[in-house]
């Protein structure tokens, strides 16, 4: 995920200053990892730097000095670009369950013992998730970033039963090279 085509897309809305973007991140993406403030103001100096973005002033309203930044035509046209552009469907399989499976039959490990445990964790991430986003007042945020996560994790789970079906083969294969 990129935080500068975040950062910039809730510029869009209108200038907001570095605490507002981290809260207004943290209640849009409800499930990515959560922004740190030093990210935030860091990200928000590139942009500015790279004509993205812009100081539209500093302030307090009574408590201490922000500055509001905005974003520039350039950061626009940039938020668009990014917005329209297609992201590849990853080429290679980069996930640690996978790779944990793998060390585990090439190992002599118990791999039907983790895919179990791992099986157990991956359905209580979805009851977690389903009483997120089926919770009363729950916002479109939360809703699609639950589905999202939900479908993610059914297609681990759907991998998990293949690959304990499999496992038996598998092993016999490792244990011939």
């Not at 910039?8 to 959560?34: C, I, N, V």
Request: proline share 6%; hydrophobic share 40%; no cysteine.
């Amino acid at each position: 995920m990129s935080t500068r085509h975040i950062l910039l897309g809730l510029l869009a809305t209108g200038p907001s200053h570095g605490y507002d973007l981290k809260r207004r991140h943290d209640e849009r993406f409800p499930q990515a990892r959560p922004l740190a403030y030093g990210q935030v103001y860091t990200t928000l100096q590139r942009l500015v730097r790279d004509g993205l973005a812009e100081v539209d002033g500093t302030g307090s309203e009574g408590g201490p000095e922000r500055t509001l930044y905005r974003a520039t035509e350039d950061g626009a046209r940039e938020l668009t670009r990014w917005a329209a552009e297609v992201t590849p469907p990853a080429p290679f399989v980069a996930n640690e369950i996978f790779a944990k499976v793998v060390v585990s039959i090439l190992t002599s490990g118990d791999p039907e013992a983790y895919l179990r445990d791992q099986r157990a964790a991956h359905i209580g991430r979805m009851r977690e998730l389903t009483a997120v986003k089926t919770a009363p007042g729950a916002d479109l945020s939360t809703v699609l970033s639950a589905d999202y996560a939900l479908t993610h994790l059914d297609a681990d789970l759907r991998w998990m039963t293949t690959t304990g079906a499999r496992l038996a083969p598998l092993a016999a294969e490792v244990d011939t090279v």
